[in-house]
């Protein structure tokens, strides 16, 4: 990867609606299925209500991570609305994010809505 590491700063203007974690394969048997199978190994998604401040607040402290493994990349705040989603890696304290990460794990931050105001097809929530 070229850019650092991004670091998620969760705050008020981010509310969290559900969440769901996913696990990697555990058999393996070459090294490259193994480098493979622990990249995967830990993720998280998270639905948010308002993915555009959700963006900002991310990208203004550099925290937004395009993963070039998967088909849909996120660059820009117009690309993560298209897309209902964009990436970040490190999970940081709000109240010290100097201090750094205090873990770093993928997370897809998924909107619960698409730009249209109708439900995002993979939601889990009943209603948005």
Partial sequence: LTRPRPRLRLGETTP???DSCGGGLRAS???????????????????VDDLGACYDAADAL??????????????TKEEALDQCMFRVVDVVDPDAPE???????EHEIRSTKKVDGSKYKSCPLREV
């Avoid at 201090?99 to 794990?105: C, K, N, R």
């Fill in 16 to 18: 969290v609606s559900a």
């Fill in 29 to 47: 048997s070459s090294s490259q299925t193994e480098q493979r199978q622990r990249q995967r190994a830990s993720f998280g998604r998270r639905y």
């Fill in 62 to 75: 550099g925290l937004a991570f395009v993963n070039y493994r998967f088909k849909r990349r996120a660059h």
């Fill in 99 to 105: 201090v750094g990460p205090i873990v770093q794990v």
